[in-house]
Nanobody, 125 residues
Framework: QVQVVESGGGSVQAGDSLRLSCAAS????????MAWFRQGPGKERQFVAA????????YYEDSVKGRFTISRDNAKNTVFLQMNSLKPEDTAVYSC??????????????????WGSGTQVTVSS
């Protein structure tokens, strides 16, 4: 089994930055493709960003392009989401997901095998 654990959430003001981390551990012999999703109050789960096991390819949801950056450190089995210029509409529970290879359906939550429990990000105006 693979465990996925997020960290780094918090409460910030609009315009501030946060860096989320996602660590994968357990029964995996090679790096996993990983993605970030978020779910705001009363909203459906939304794709945010995804990264292949080697660091490529990388995909972003349109509303975060230019503000968020996904990266990874395979030596630490960790993926990061650097979030800059945060807006109140970015408020959500951010969850990390993983699977062996990044599929063409990378933006669909059902494409991922392993999930973390999420970390809250709250952005105040």
């Amino acid at each position: 089994q693979v465990q996925v654990v997020e960290s780094g959430g918090g409460s910030v003001q609009a315009g501030d930055s946060l860096r989320l981390s996602c660590a994968a551990s357990g029964r995996t012999t090679s790096p996993l493709a990983m993605a970030w999703f978020r779910q705001g109050p009363g909203k459906e789960r939304q794709f945010v960003a995804a990264i292949g096991w080697s660091g490529n390819p990388i995909y972003y949801e349109d509303s975060v392009k230019g503000r968020f950056t996904i990266s990874r450190d395979n030596a630490k089995n960790t993926v990061f989401l650097q979030m800059n210029s945060l807006k109140p509409e970015d408020t959500a529970v951010y969850s990390c997901a993983a699977r062996p290879l990044l599929p063409s359906s990378y933006s669909s939550p059902t494409s991922y095998n392993y999930w973390g429990s999420g970390t809250q990000v709250t952005v105040s105006s």
